[in-house]
């Protein structure tokens, strides 16, 4: 008995300094170690959806800005010159050339408005100089001028039909604005989609660790009794082929632990994406943190129901919505009937050789005239314009049916969530006992084979069923976590926990209030 304590002693000694070199080694990944908040920090500074969804935020407010300055004056203004020498037939044999010089300035003050109006002022200024040159006949030349013209008017132009009313004068502000809230509500989307992927790619990489974790430790306890049956078999205690086993279990455990080490190259890999780094060539990425344990609270149909609403992709839709019916208000506008009517007043004044007569008569309005107008026109067939009215009718319905299909989906989605959540709950209560199970019979059947009293073939099977046990707690320590980032993001309740960070490295992300304990 006292052989068989030292026997059992040295082997689990053994396994004891093997299972601390293993940790050493991982410890010698520090300089590369993330805690799940700086894996979080990085990907807000580095990711580029996320930057490319705060572009197109600002890209929209900036849209928003540019339609409410579409009604703004427009000034306007011109100065030419223009010199020129025509011939004309004199009499049955003559020809003369007569010429002009003008020199004009306009300048003038458009303002359109959202009913469809447009008023226009304008000022406009001439001095002209002709002149007659004889050519077949004799005389000097005969100049008449400088005349100097000074012209102001007031003009009115009013659509009834086309292009009429404040419902298309606003169209594109209101457009724009909801554009505004959508890319608003999708970068949230993509923040919260950002932080969720990097989460769960964190939680998949310390899970492929520790898997590396086990399977080296079971390794290295196969190998070390592998190498105590071998001893057995030199010292005649058990025969040759009864160690075979135990070979046997020790290649198989390294070639589960190669294919764990490969999990792990790519669940880093994946991590290295997901916050901006794939570039990296440096020691790969390994998560420090240990999943936190997650309350579970009831969740009735009110909590569904404001999941419903609180979801950025169903607003996101909503917003779609509103802008289908926006659009479909105006659909056909380009191919209605046109109905113009405008209105002008024009004054004028004239100067012989001098300005100031010109600029007395303008004064005066002694020389003033007006003009009223009507303008119709009408496609001849109403085909195109009532196609394009359905057309858009037809796209406020689906965008209908868009909303009530996502409604469905994402109830269905945060249901299944809450499932899964509280099965993976439950899975990790039972893993838990498991392990404590399977690892007193690992040791007991142990016990026993260095008796005599069972197969080799047992011990492998306990071992395994140890091994299997510890994975399986810490799968479902991740899937618990994965649900509970699942059911956040559902919620839209994740960007909440990562409000300060966001605000610190993004001044230009929509604004969130207060923040809690990284997931």
């Known amino acids: 008995m006292s052989e068989l304590r030292d026997k059992r002693a040295r082997l689990w000694c053994a396994t004891l300094c093997l299972c601390t070199a293993a940790a050493n080694r991982a410890s010698g990944q520090e300089a590369n170690a993330l805690s799940s908040q700086s894996a979080v920090e990085i990907a807000i500074k580095n990711n580029p959806d996320l930057h490319i969804a705060l572009l197109q935020e600002t890209q929209a407010r900036y849209a928003v800005t540019a339609e409410e300055a579409l009604y703004?004056?427009?000034?306007?203004?011109?100065?030419?010159?223009?010199?020129?020498?025509?011939?004309?037939?004199?009499?049955?044999?003559?020809?003369?050339?007569?010429?002009?010089?003008?020199?004009?300035?306009?300048?003038?003050l458009s303002k359109g408005f959202y009913t469809g109006t447009v008023l226009r002022a304008s000022l406009s200024g001439q001095r002209q100089v002709r002149s007659a040159l004889p050519i077949n006949s004799v005389g000097g030349t005969n100049a008449f001028g400088p005349f100097y013209l000074l012209a102001g008017q007031l003009a009115l132009t009013q659509p009834f039909l086309r292009g009429a009313g404040s419902a298309l004068g606003l169209e594109s502000l209101r457009v724009a604005r909801l554009n505004r809230t959508a890319a608003a509500l999708a970068t949230q989307q993509t923040g919260s989609q950002i932080l969720h992927d990097v989460l769960v790619d964190y939680w998949e990489l310390w899970f492929a660790t520790e898997a590396v974790r086990i399977d080296e430790a079971s390794r290295d306890l196969a190998k070390s009794q592998q190498l105590q049956a071998e001893e057995q078999v030199k010292s005649g205690t058990l025969a040759k082929v009864d160690a075979l086993p135990f070979a046997t279990q020790t290649a198989q455990q390294d070639g589960a632990l190669d294919t764990a080490v490969t999990t792990v190259r790519q669940r880093a890999l994946a991590l290295s994406l997901a916050i901006g780094r794939a570039e990296d060539t440096g020691p790969e990425l390994t998560a420090i943190d240990t999943p936190p344990d997650v309350p579970i609270d009831e969740v009735d149909e009110r909590a569904i129901t404001e999941a419903l609403a609180a979801s950025y992709q169903f607003k996101q839709a909503q917003a779609n919505l509103q802008i289908s019916q926006y659009q479909a208000r105006i659909a056909g506008d380009a191919l209605r009937s046109r109905l113009d009517f405008t209105a002008s007043v024009t004054a004028q004044g004239l100067g012989n050789h001098e300005a100031s007569p010109a600029l007395s008569q303008f004064g005066r309005l002694e020389a003033v005239s007006a003009q009223v107008a009507l303008a119709f026109e009408t496609p001849v067939t109403s085909t195109r314009r009532n196609a394009e009215i359905e057309s858009a009718l037809l796209s406020t319905h689906i965008a209908e049916k868009q909303i009530e299909s996502l409604r469905q989906q994402t109830r269905h989605a945060i249901e299944l969530t809450i499932?899964?959540?509280?099965?993976?709950?439950?899975?990790?209560?039972?893993?838990?006992?498991?392990?404590?199970?399977s690892h007193d019979q690992a040791e007991g059947v142990q016990g026993k084979f260095l008796a005599g009293t069972v197969l080799a073939i047992e011990v492998q099977k306990a071992n395994n069923d140890y091994q299997s046990a510890q994975l399986a707690v810490q799968r479902a320590r991740v899937d618990l976590v994965v649900s509970e980032l699942d059911l956040l993001n559902y919620r839209g309740k994740l960007l909440d926990r990562y409000a300060d960070l966001l605000k610190s490295y993004q001044p230009t992300a929509v604004i969130l209030q207060g923040a809690s304990d990284p997931m």
Do not use: C, I, M
């Open 419 to 437: 499932s899964q959540r509280n099965a993976a709950k439950r899975r990790l209560e039972f893993a838990l006992l498991t392990e404590k199970v």
């Open 72 to 108: 703004d004056p427009v000034f306007g203004a011109d100065v030419s010159y223009n010199h020129s020498r025509n011939p004309s037939a004199n009499g049955a044999n003559a020809t003369t050339v007569s010429g002009s010089d003008v020199a004009a300035a306009d300048v003038s």
